[in-house]
């Protein structure tokens, strides 16, 4: 019989792991401890334990993250891993440090169905959703990497999470709040819900559960204040149009005026750019607690669009603060390693050049 992996466990799950071995449930709460608070994955190395415990740990379990198969390191900082999983699949995690702090992109799927026109990730086929224990193993990979184990109170450099990375969480939701209820738990990894960001495309009637269920902060991949042109850029929305999406956002869990929803925005020249654009995006998000972001579009291999000219993403945004949104442009992290945002794909993938498959944007573009 195969070793059981209890990275990924929930609580309950490793209670009745512990007591298939005859254990008593006192000792899942230390032997969580040792794996995410202290980071611990040498059952010889958990002192208190006993030597008994230990030795049928030994042979009945294993506590395994994916593999860092490739780790790169951009000029300005950002730090990327390719992992790969037990079966052989891979995706990306990519940190992006800030001066005294930093967030961690995580992945949820192997590829993605959404196949969104400006995403280098939405070239690749969906291969499989990530199990709790490579969702939670993204975060101890990166919590190896730069040594905070204990868990640190305050001081951390990994201090968000953002569920930014390959896929569409709300595809994966129920090994998604499994893994972020370990990740927010306050006697593990103890990263609070209020920095954890999960980002959708726009899966309407997940987002309320969401909301309920996890209390985590909501980004939305909105890219486009017209259902014409989102139809193009985000495909989901022929299911799921603006209204109902944004319905949704208005009535989110949660969200105030102090915990806003944060609405990504990628600048596409010529296609979402105009000066109504603005001013129409404006208009839809009046009446719900919202921050832009403005995202510089990433070039990959084969992507049709380019990036709109920095003088109008700036004039984007000064018509979105005058009209009382705050609008922040993203300044882009990674982009030498492609590890900006939108550039994630699995390696061993080959990007499918050119766009030929893909729909025009010519008759949907700026209204």
């Not at 009745?16 to 611990?40: C, I």
């Not at 070239?123 to 730069?146: C, F, H, P, S, W």
């Not at 390959?166 to 370990?182: R, S």
């Not at 510089?296 to 669009?305: E, L, M, S, V």
């Amino acid at each position: 019989m195969a070793p059981i992996n209890l990275i990924g466990q929930s609580r309950t799950e490793l209670i009745e792991t512990l007591a298939g071995l005859g254990e008593k449930p006192f000792r899942a709460k230390q032997l969580w401890n040792w794996m995410y608070h202290r980071g611990e994955r040498d059952f010889g190395a958990m002192i208190n334990l006993g030597k008994p415990l230990r030795e049928k740990l030994l042979n009945a379990a294993v506590m395994e993250l994916p593999e860092v198969a490739v780790e790169q390191k951009s000029k300005d900082g950002t730090r990327k891993w390719l992992l790969r999983t037990a079966d052989g699949n891979e995706v990306e995690s990519v940190y992006i440090p800030e001066d005294d702090r930093g967030a961690l992109c995580v992945s949820s799927q192997v590829g993605c169905t959404l196949a969104c026109t400006f995403c280098h990730t939405g070239t690749q086929k969906l291969m499989r959703n990530l199990t709790a224990a490579e969702i939670v193993g993204q975060v101890m990979v990166a919590r190896d990497a730069y040594g905070e184990w204990p868990s640190p109170k305050s001081g951390r450099m990994l201090s968000n999470i953002v569920l930014m990375g390959m896929g569409e969480p709300l595809f994966n939701y129920d090994n998604v709040a499994k893994a972020l209820h370990i990740i927010m738990d306050g006697d593990g990894l103890a990263i609070s819900k209020r920095r954890v960001t999960l980002s959708t495309s726009g899966v309407v009637p997940m987002i309320e559960q969401v909301g309920r269920e996890l209390g985590v902060g909501l980004a939305i991949s909105l890219h486009a204040v017209t259902d014409e042109l989102r139809d193009v850029l985000v495909p989901i929305n022929r299911k799921y149009p603006i209204k109902e999406l944004l319905a949704a956002c208005k009535n989110y869990p949660g969200a105030s005026n102090a915990r806003r929803i944060t609405f990504e925005y990628v600048m596409l020249k010529g296609v979402n750019d105009s000066l109504s654009d603005a001013k129409r995006l404006a208009h839809l998000l009046k009446d719900i607690p919202a921050k832009i972001n403005l995202i510089p579009f990433n070039k990959w291999p084969g992507a049709q669009y380019d990036c709109s000219p920095a003088p109008k993403i700036k004039r984007f945004s000064e018509i979105l603060n005058d009209l009382g949104l705050s609008a922040p442009i993203r300044v882009p992290r990674g982009r030498d390693i492609m590890a900006a945002c939108g550039q994630l794909k699995s390696a061993g993938e080959t990007a499918r050049r050119g766009a030929a498959a893909r729909p025009s944007v010519a008759e949907a573009g700026s209204v």
